[in-house]
């Protein structure tokens, strides 16, 4: 079980953002995507989640390109951006169940009681306040397996409590095996993590 | 399988639940074939005459009006990216993405469409001819207005342009959709002219879904 990038560039409008970014991530691993503002890591995370095409290099998953040969990699990720991707007329439930489902199996009510969101559960999601739309958004990540989650920011708008509480799902995921690719800008101490410095890498 | 109806299903309870895109393109459609004969005069003769065409008119534009959500609306909240990466193919995305538009936008249409014609004083057999003609060619409007909501994903305003790419395209659907409601109330056969809605309909459905597919992909890139 392995992802591996390989000398990867990738150019926003003309301009060339980062080149030979490389990185090898196994299961129980963990990296961690540092860079200062526009270093290009939601770019390198987007890369990774097949949704942009990098500028040169290219990405495997067991061994086969992810890009080319795709399928055995499609519904092994989750991807999670900057945006939340939920519905503000469908509730916290809804919400979570029709990605879980969309991606494969559902555990649905285990998910929300992981983020402490059963309160929660009937409330449309156009209510819900920052932290808490972005913990129904990690509750994706639980709801159905996947074997590599890429969190783009996962801690913006968490409070302290919410934090750690991530930090073991983290944690736990590692311990069973998956492995994560992640950018914050958020201190978080967490052993067994890489780290991927952009700035070092940029031209 | 299951996943294509989940899809088609959320986006329907979606547009029931914000009610906006049912209500709107009805409404719209409402008054602009009521407009009509305010216009044009109370003559029942005229009435029945452009008829047809003014009941077709209306429902190219009121489909038109909510064409523009098909996709924007996944996009800008990222689900969009979600599903593409999701293991649905894009072009069966895009399929499914047309039928929850057909069924909310435009069936609302037809539903409404014989009482709207018996308002522009069509005969039994116009209005017959009318909703059936309706039913295999406002398909098409969906799978070619994908094709152009594809295009301008993304774009800010892009309502604008997507009606000047997709209303051209437009023209046969409502050529031979009109004809067949002439043809009708001059008591001559239809069914010719349902087989070409319904052959343009079907090569709409081969095409519509491998260009829209193709035009996401281009303006996700």
Redesign the interface.
Known sequence: MSFIAQNLACQRANQLIFEDVSFTLSAGEAIWVKGRNGAGKSSLLRIC?????PFRGHAEWQGKDIFKDYDGY??QYH?L???????H??TVRENVR??A????TANVAMALEKFELQALADTPTGMLSQGQKKRTNLSRLVASPAKLWILDEPLSALDRHYITLFKERLLRHLDDGGMALFATHQDMELDRVKILDLDETAS | MSRFIQLVGRDIRLAFRQGSAVTLSLSFFVIIVVLFPLGVGPELAVLARIGPGVLWVAALLSCLLTLDRMFQADFEDGSLDLLIIGPLPTEILVLAKVIAHWLTSVLPLIVIAPILGLSLNLPGDGIFALTLALLIGTPTLSLIGAMGAALTVGMRRGGVLLSLLVLPLYIPILIFGVAAVDAAIAQLTVVPHLFLLGGVSLGALVVGPLAAAAGLRLSLS
């Open positions: 989640g097949r949704l942009l095409t499609v519904g991807y951006g900057h945006l939340d991707a939920l519905k007329a469908m029709f990605w489902s969309f991606h494969g």
